[in-house]
């Protein structure tokens, strides 16, 4: 019998995600992509497990392949070569805020990721017309609050695979989900080695706090990378099909919160994190985020917060176009049902390399927050109907709008189900009050403020 656990080898799927992301970034596949097909054509129907040493052989040739003559794009890899590559508005506070004004954001922050995450876990996997479809079943459409379940209403949730134990009448805490995971192993990470830890000290922690099985797509193979002693400096680049998912994307919130206004260093934090996954848009996600996070303490236009945070990402990358995009969309007035439309004729929800891109979703997370109205409820509703990766586009629309709001101005009905509680799957959490990690994360910018000024 083959010892098998998904995710740990590499399938026919896999290689097909690898050579849609080389053409993502604009590498010259003609002289590999006969091999790429003979190779899916081997596996088809056999056990893919035996063939890892040719899938490896063939992702570490394609690694150097140089880029097509017509790509228009200019996406760097290395933080200095970013920062040559942003904006020319950095953003610069206009007022100051009492530790009372930042507790109190960062508290919506760590309470609005999880209520966000919890709204979009029940939905994970499921296409936006099954979500639409199921809502109306069960007469919840349009999407306005937490899931809610009845025995009436168990064939039907057996009929979509929707999980009953993440309704909202059948919970009394935020469940486990990789996105709060990696927000307190962050938490973790600098309560240890502050902020000047380096990409060695973030693996150790991950290694240390994450049990392998409890991290997916690019940081479980960059998990097994690590193992393996692939210097934490080019795990990311090392057999990585997934180096532009969002996973980076759905850490990087919590150095936005413990660095308010200060973008670039938010960045720096971030980068240092993220790069040990992720390369290029993958990244660029991450800083995106991490940067709308740090000027949402200053700021209530979303519109305008979004306009700063795009200085701080490559302005010629694919991940500035697309969502400079949806501004536009935005400023002209398109519904978000139109908005909708356009999302999935662009991308496929039946492609798993276009359901878990960063790019794709960070579009989703956009029309979230600039079709929400500044409504925490809208916003994160408005988010996860629209499908693809469900919580974290949930979790990421509620940390961004609680920044904004404070905790004090999230509606007590999206609060209170939580019961301050949070499970996670980190070693020696695996429960703990919500309004302790927010605590503690003050605490870290306290403690950075007074040591630097």
Same mark, same amino acid.
Request: proline share 3%.
């Given at each position: 019998?083959?010892?098998?656990?998904?995710?740990?080898?590499?399938?026919?799927?896999?290689?097909?995600?690898? &050579?849609?992301?080389?053409?993502?970034? $604009?590498? %010259?596949?003609?002289?590999?992509?006969?091999?790429?097909?003979?190779? &899916?054509?081997?596996?088809?129907?056999?056990?893919?497990?035996?063939?890892?040493?040719?899938?490896?052989?063939?992702?570490?040739?394609?690694?150097?392949?140089?880029?097509?003559?017509?790509?228009?794009?200019?996406?760097?890899?290395?933080?200095?070569?970013?920062?040559?590559?942003?904006?020319? #508005?950095?953003?610069?506070?206009?007022?100051?805020?009492?530790?009372?004004?930042?507790?109190?954001?960062?508290?919506?922050?760590?309470?609005? @990721?999880?209520? $966000?995450?919890?709204?979009? #876990?029940?939905?994970? $996997?499921?296409?936006?017309?099954?979500?639409?479809?199921?809502?109306?079943?069960? *007469?919840?459409?349009?999407?306005?609050?937490?899931?809610?379940?009845?025995?009436?209403?168990? &064939?039907? /949730?057996?009929?979509?695979?929707?999980?009953?134990?993440?309704?909202?009448?059948?919970?009394?805490?935020?469940?486990? %989900?990789?996105?709060?995971n990696y927000t307190v192993l962050a938490l973790t990470l600098l309560e240890k080695y502050g902020y000047n /830890?380096?990409?060695?000290?973030?693996?150790?922690?991950?290694?240390?706090?994450?049990?392998?099985?409890?991290?997916?797509?690019?940081?479980?193979?960059?998990? !097994?990378?690590?193992?393996?002693?692939?210097?934490?400096?080019?795990?990311?680049?090392?057999?990585?099909?997934? !180096?532009?998912?969002?996973?980076?994307?759905?850490?990087?919130?919590?150095?936005?919160?413990?660095?308010?206004?200060? =973008?670039? &260093?938010?960045?720096?934090?971030?980068?240092?994190?993220?790069?040990?996954?992720?390369?290029?848009?993958?990244?660029?996600?991450?800083?995106?985020?991490?940067?709308?996070?740090?000027?949402?303490?200053?700021?209530?236009?979303?519109?305008?917060?979004?306009?700063?945070?795009?200085?701080?990402?490559?302005?010629?990358?694919?991940?500035?176009?697309?969502?400079?995009?949806i501004i536009e969309y935005r400023k002209k007035g398109l519904s978000y049902e139109k908005v909708l439309e356009?999302?999935?004729?662009?991308?496929?929800?039946?492609?798993?390399?276009?359901?878990?891109?960063?790019?794709?979703?960070?579009?989703?997370?956009s029309i979230g927050l600039l079709w929400g109205n500044g409504d925490f409820g809208e916003s994160i509703c408005?988010?996860?109907?629209?499908?693809?990766?469900?919580?974290?586009? *949930?979790?990421? =629309?509620?940390?961004?709008?609680?920044?904004?709001?404070?905790?004090?101005?999230?509606?007590? @009905?999206?609060?209170?189900?939580?019961?301050?509680?949070?499970?996670? $799957?980190?070693?020696?959490?695996?429960?703990? #009050?919500?309004?302790?990690?927010?605590?503690?994360?003050?605490?870290?910018? #306290?403690?950075?403020?007074?040591?630097?000024?």
């Open positions: 019998m083959v010892f098998k656990i998904d995710w740990l080898y590499f399938t026919e799927k896999d290689i097909e995600i690898e &050579k849609q992301q080389l053409i993502d970034e $604009g590498k %010259d596949i003609n002289e590999v992509e006969q091999e790429f097909e003979i190779l &899916k054509k081997i596996i088809k129907n056999k056990e893919p497990i035996k063939f890892q040493d040719k899938i490896s052989s063939l992702f570490k040739k394609v690694q150097n392949l140089p880029l097509r003559k017509d790509y228009n794009y200019s996406e760097p890899v290395h933080l200095d070569e970013i920062r040559k590559e942003w904006g020319d #508005k950095f953003y610069k506070p206009r007022i100051k805020l009492s530790g009372k004004d930042i507790i109190e954001k960062i508290y919506g922050g760590w309470f609005g @990721r999880c209520a $966000g995450c919890l709204l979009g #876990k029940i939905f994970e $996997g499921l296409s936006r017309e099954k979500i639409r479809s199921f809502l109306k079943e069960v *007469g919840q459409f349009p999407l306005k609050y937490y899931v809610s379940s009845n025995n009436r209403d168990l &064939k039907i /949730f057996e009929n979509y695979n929707v999980r009953q134990d993440l309704c909202i009448n059948r919970i009394n805490n935020m469940v486990e %989900d990789d996105d709060l /830890f380096t990409q060695f000290d973030f693996a150790k922690n991950f290694l240390e706090k994450l049990p392998i099985l409890k991290a997916f797509t690019a940081e479980r193979v960059v998990y !097994r990378n690590l193992v393996n002693l692939i210097n934490p400096e080019k795990a990311a680049f090392y057999l990585n099909p997934y !180096r532009e998912w969002i996973g980076a994307q759905i850490r990087t919130d919590f150095y936005g919160y413990i660095t308010p206004g200060n =973008v670039e &260093k938010g960045i720096e934090l971030a980068y240092k994190d993220d790069s040990v996954t992720h390369i290029k848009n993958g990244v660029y996600g991450a800083i995106f985020i991490t940067s709308m996070i740090s000027i949402a303490f200053f700021e209530t236009d979303v519109l305008k917060i979004f306009e700063y945070g795009l200085n701080y990402i490559p302005q010629r990358s694919r991940l500035a176009q697309e969502v400079k995009e356009i999302i999935h004729q662009k991308w496929d929800e039946k492609n798993p390399h276009h359901w878990c891109h960063a790019i794709s979703n960070t579009q989703i997370v408005k988010a996860v109907e629209i499908g693809f990766d469900t919580d974290c586009n *949930g979790a990421t =629309v509620g940390s961004i709008m609680g920044v904004i709001l404070g905790r004090k101005n999230i509606p007590d @009905r999206w609060i209170e189900p939580l019961n301050d509680t949070l499970e996670t $799957g980190v070693s020696g959490y695996s429960k703990v #009050k919500i309004s302790e990690l927010a605590e503690r994360t003050y605490n870290i910018f #306290k403690k950075e403020r007074r040591t630097n000024g």
